[in-house]
Each structure stands twice: as structure tokens, then as C-alpha cells.
């Protein structure tokens, strides 16, 4: 046998034995072996429940597609046993890169571990997984999306600077509500510690519901009746169900709800006052740069970050992504500019001599 058809029955035998490593399985028995045909990346969502998160994998599936890399896309509903074996599934068919979006922040440690074990890395999106070693992470500044809440409500008091407050905060489970917090506290303090701000109420919002934020208000005009200025609200969500049980008690448009996450009703409710501010993320851009760092991961090329996060054990390299504080003002200049929203969507409910001019 000449040494060229050696060379070449070795480069072969190589190729399917990397074939082979790279597409193994993560489970107990070690036996699951799958050749892999094609590229493919891992995305393992919380949930498919709010309209963002539909933009988040619309926006990462389109990308990566347009790079030649398809996408395998698992929701959990909400459920820490359901995602762990959505990772599985997803390990299993061989994915390259995993993108996680944890329900749990402590509990999807888990995940990032069985990735680990079968060799494949882990992208840690939007909500950072803790207490384990994600090989990165892509984020909005959480920080400073509550310094921008807190900012907004204290500047914008009856009596700026000066008020009683109802708080409410994201799910226990996510780290990012820890980081809003964090981020409001930083701002309200000074003011809470001086007795100039009072934090009438305050709760957290499991899993996020509206329906949740809605009882945590009601609970506060149980207690307080109509003695409090401002709901900070963690999102859109909350903001909402805030919304109505102010509405059941005449209070809409009177008492300032804060929000983030510029979701359609959060614009309209913010265009029609009833809601005062949202927090504008630029979803496409996350996700853009997440979808560019998993194609590079799973094409095996580096990926540069800029930052870092710690998430309990270890310092996370980290793209992070500016936010903007969203108003009826700049409503135009942003999501409506940006095509996040449509113009006629955001202004469905505003009769046309209180639109402002079509951009």
C-alpha cells in the first residue's frame, strides 16, 4: 500500500473517531453515540410564555441559520426538571454549543455540568446560571437597568426625591431579579436611609406573574388604601398586573409604574399613561451577539468579551449590552427607530390627533 492511501485511510479513521467524540451523548451508560451531519447549537429556554422571549429565539434561530448552523430550540415551562432534561435531549442529539436561558439560576448548574462531561460549552443568556463555570455569558447591564428604574421614580415623585413606595420584585429563582434590586438600591438608599422614601410594601413576584404582582398590590391597598405614589416594578409583567389592581381602585395614570423590557402592551400602557417608564433592552442585540459567539464556539474559534460577571464562583467572561430608560418621549427614537415595535402597534389605542407625527 503506497504511503499517499495510508495518509489517507488515517486522515479518515481521525475524522470519524472526532466525529464520534464530538457528537457523544451525556447520559449514565456512556452508550449513546450519534454522528453528527451537520453543525448544530443547543438553545434551552425557561420559557416561551412572554412575547420577548419569542423575539430572543426568533432573532438567535434567523442568525445562526444565515450562518450555515441550524438551531435546536427547547422550552420548560417554567420547570427546573423539565429543562434538565430539555439539556439532555439537547446533549444527546449532539449539539455543539449549549445556549442556556436557567429558570432556576442555581438549579441549571446542574446543566452546565452534563454539558461539561460530554465536552460541550455553555453560553449563559440573559440570566446568569450560578454557582457552576458557564464559558460565558451574554447580558444586559441588570445593574443598571434598576439604577435606571429607581433613578426614574425618585426623579419623578409628587414631590421628587420624596414618597411611599410599593416594591416588587422579580421571581426568587432568577438571578437578575437580585441584580435589578441591587441595581434600585443603589439609587433609593440614600433616600430610604433619610426617611425621605418609604417602602410601604414590598414582595417578590414568583415566576414572574402578572397575576402574582397583582395580588402583591392588592395587598398593599388592603393595608394602605390609597397612601403610597409610586409602584417599582421589576418588569413589564409586573408592571401590568400592578396596572390592574390599581385600575380596579380608580388609581391608573395616578400612581407612576416603573417596568423594563419594552413589551408591546408595556408601550401602549406607557403612550396611553398609565404606565410611566419601561426599560428598553435591545433584544436584537443580544441576541445577535450571543447567536455570533455560539456559531465561533461551535466553528472553534475564540470568542474576545469584554467584561466580566461573577455568578458566585467564578468571574464569567461577559458581552454585556447597554439599556435605555423608555418614556412616552423617546418611544419614537427607540423602539419604534429600531423596529423592535411598529409604529401603528404602539399607537393603536391613541386617537390620531394625540399621536405624535409618523417618523
Not at 409586573?238 to 389592581?245: D, E, L, M
Request: net charge negative.
Amino acid at each position: 500500500m503506497g504511503i499517499r492511501n495510508l495518509l489517507m485511510i488515517l486522515s479518515l479513521a481521525i475524522s470519524i473517531c472526532i466525529g464520534l467524540v464530538l457528537a457523544r451523548g451525556g447520559n449514565s451508560t456512556g452508550a449513546n453515540y450519534i454522528m453528527v451531519k451537520e453543525l448544530s447549537i443547543g438553545l434551552s429556554m425557561d420559557s416561551l410564555k412572554e412575547a420577548r422571549w419569542q423575539v430572543d429565539r426568533d432573532v438567535i434561530v434567523a442568525r445562526c441559520k444565515e450562518q450555515g448552523i441550524r438551531v435546536q430550540v427547547q422550552a420548560a415551562n417554567s420547570d427546573d426538571a423539565q429543562q434538565i432534561r430539555d439539556v439532555e435531549s439537547l446533549l444527546t442529539s449532539g449539539v455543539r454549543v449549549l445556549i442556556l436561558i436557567p429558570h432556576d439560576a442555581v438549579a441549571m448548574a446542574k446543566a452546565v455540568d452534563m454539558a461539561h462531561k460530554v465536552g460541550v460549552p455553555v453560553i449563559s443568556y440573559d440570566r446568569m446560571v450560578r454557582d457552576c463555570e458557564p464559558d460565558m455569558a451574554v447580558l444586559f447591564d441588570n445593574v443598571r437597568v434598576g439604577e435606571l428604574q429607581a433613578r426614574f421614580l425618585v426623579d419623578h415623585l409628587p414631590t421628587p426625591g420624596k414618597g411611599k413606595i410599593v416594591r416588587i420584585y422579580g421571581a426568587k429563582t432568577d438571578n437578575n431579579s437580585r441584580q435589578f434590586k441591587e441595581g434600585q438600591d443603589h439609587i433609593l438608599e440614600p433616600y430610604i436611609r433619610s426617611g425621605d422614601i418609604q417602602v410601604v410594601h414590598e414582595d417578590w413576584a414568583e415566576d414572574w406573574k402578572p397575576e402574582n404582582a397583582k395580588k402583591i398590590v392588592n395587598a398593599a391597598i388592603t393595608r394602605l388604601g390609597h397612601g403610597f405614589d409610586a409602584v417599582l416594578a421589576s418588569n413589564d409583567g409586573t408592571a401590568g398586573g400592578a396596572i390592574q389592581a390599581l385600575t380596579e381602585e380608580g388609581l391608573a395614570g395616578k400612581v407612576m409604574v416603573t417596568g423594563q423590557d419594552a413589551e408591546l402592551a408595556a408601550c401602549q400602557r406607557i403612550v396611553d399613561g398609565t404606565q410611566t417608564m419601561s426599560v428598553y433592552k435591545p433584544l436584537s442585540e443580544l441576541a445577535t451577539d450571543a447567536a455570533d459567539a455560539a456559531v465561533r464556539m461551535a466553528s472553534g474559534r475564540p470568542v474576545i468579551t469584554r467584561d466580566v460577571v461573577n455568578n458566585g464562583k467564578i468571574d464569567v467572561p461577559t458581552i454585556l449590552v447597554n439599556v435605555v430608560a423608555l418614556t412616552r418621549d423617546n418611544m419614537l427614537q427607540t423602539v419604534v427607530h429600531d423596529g423592535f415595535h411598529g409604529y401603528d402597534d404602539v399607537y393603536r389605542g391613541v386617537s390620531a390627533d394625540r399621536r405624535p407625527p409618523r417618523p
